[in-house]
C-alpha cells in the first residue's frame, strides 16, 4: 500500500507537486495519469525516496521508503530504464542488485526466466534493444519479490507482443495481493490494464476513482440502435420524434444521443419496430482523459511547433 498526505514537492517557486492525497491498495493495478509535467515522476521519486517532500507525506507500507530495511525486497521499481551500467552483461548487473540488497542468487534465474531474458543473461547490457533494456528494468524491479511496484512508463518501447506481456505480467501480480502503480501515456493500454485510475493536472489531484466508474461517469451516454434496414428510417424518425440526437454509426445502425437505453427499447416496442441491438457505448478512456486535463495541460505545441505556457 502506498499513502500519500498532502505531499507536496516546490521547486524554487514552482509547485511540482501540490497537496496530493491518495492510497494506492493492494489487489489492483493503479494506473497514475497526467499530462507531460503534471508532477507524476516527481511523485514516484518522492514515493521511492530519490526527492523529498518539501511537506506532506508518502508512505510504503505504512514507512517512508527511508525508513524500509531492505527496499528492494518491498518496492520494486523501474524509474529509467536506461540507468543500467551499459557494461556489465544482463546477469551481472541482476547479481550486483540481488548482492547489495540481501536478495538470494536463485532469484537472478528466476526474473530473467519471467521476463523472457534467460538467452541473453550473458549480453553486455549496453547492446539490449529498447524493449529488452525495458524487460531488464522489470527484472530488476521484480528481483526482490517485492509486495509494491512502482513503474514509471513500463511499456515504452516494447511491441505489441511485449505490451501485451506486461498487461499480463501486472495483472499476475496485482491478483498475487501486490501493489502495482504504474504511469503511462498510452490510454488505450491503461484502460485495459488498470483498474483504479489515479489523474494529477499541474500537480493536482483531479480523480481517484474506480476505472470502470471513471468511463461510466464520465461517458457522453449515447445509445447504438440497429433495426432491420427495412425499418431504420422509421426508427430514426421515432427517436428524433422523442428528442433524441440521431448520427449514422460507421459499423451501420444509428448512435442516440439524448434518449436512455430503456426509452428507446420502450419506444421501440411502442411502435412495434424490433430492435435488433440496443447498446450503451461508452466514450474511451483517452476521450474522458482529454477533456478533463484539457484545462491543466501545462505545456501544448503552438501553432509554430514551438512550447509555450499556458497561464
Ligand atoms: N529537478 C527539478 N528542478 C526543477 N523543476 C523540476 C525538477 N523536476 C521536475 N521539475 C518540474 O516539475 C514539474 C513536474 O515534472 P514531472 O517530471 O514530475 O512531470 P511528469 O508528470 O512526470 O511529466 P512527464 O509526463 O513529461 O514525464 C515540471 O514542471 C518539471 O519541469
Known sequence: MIEA????????????????????????????????????????????????????????????????????????????????????????????????????????????????????????????????GQRLGIAAALLGDPEVLILDEPVNGLDTEGIRWIRALLKSLAVQGRTVFLSSHLMSEMELTADRLIVIGRGRLLADTDMREFIETHSQGTTLVRTADSEAERMRQLLERAGGTVRLDARGGWRVAGIPPATIGELAREHHVAVHELTP???????????????????????????????
Do not use: C, W
Open 5 to 132: 498526505r498532502e505531499l507536496t514537492k516546490r521547486y524554487g517557486d514552482k509547485t511540482a507537486v501540490d497537496r496530493l492525497t491518495f492510497t494506492v491498495r493492494p489487489g489492483l493495478v493503479t494506473g497514475f495519469l497526467g499530462p507531460n509535467g503534471a508532477g507524476k515522476s516527481t511523485t514516484m521519486r518522492m514515493i521511492l525516496g530519490l526527492d523529498a517532500p518539501s511537506s506532506g507525506t508518502v508512505t510504503v507500507n505504512k514507512r517512508r521508503y527511508d525508513r524500509l530495511a531492505a527496499p528492494l525486497r518491498e518496492v520494486g521499481s523501474l524509474l529509467d530504464a536506461k540507468s543500467v551500467h551499459g557494461g556489465r552483461s544482463v546477469r551481472q548487473h541482476l547479481l550486483g542488485l540481488a548482492r547489495s540488497n540481501a536478495i538470494p542468487r536463485s532469484q537472478v534465474d528466476a526474473v530473467l526466466d519471467r521476463v523472457g531474458l534467460s538467452e541473453v543473461a550473458n549480453q553486455r547490457a549496453k547492446g539490449l534493444s529498447l524493449g529488452m
Open 281 to 311: 457505448l461508452f466514450s474511451s478512456l483517452e476521450e474522458i482523459y482529454t477533456t478533463m486535463t484539457r484545462t491543466s495541460v501545462e505545456y501544448r505545441g503552438s501553432t509554430q511547433d514551438t512550447k509555450e505556457l499556458i497561464p
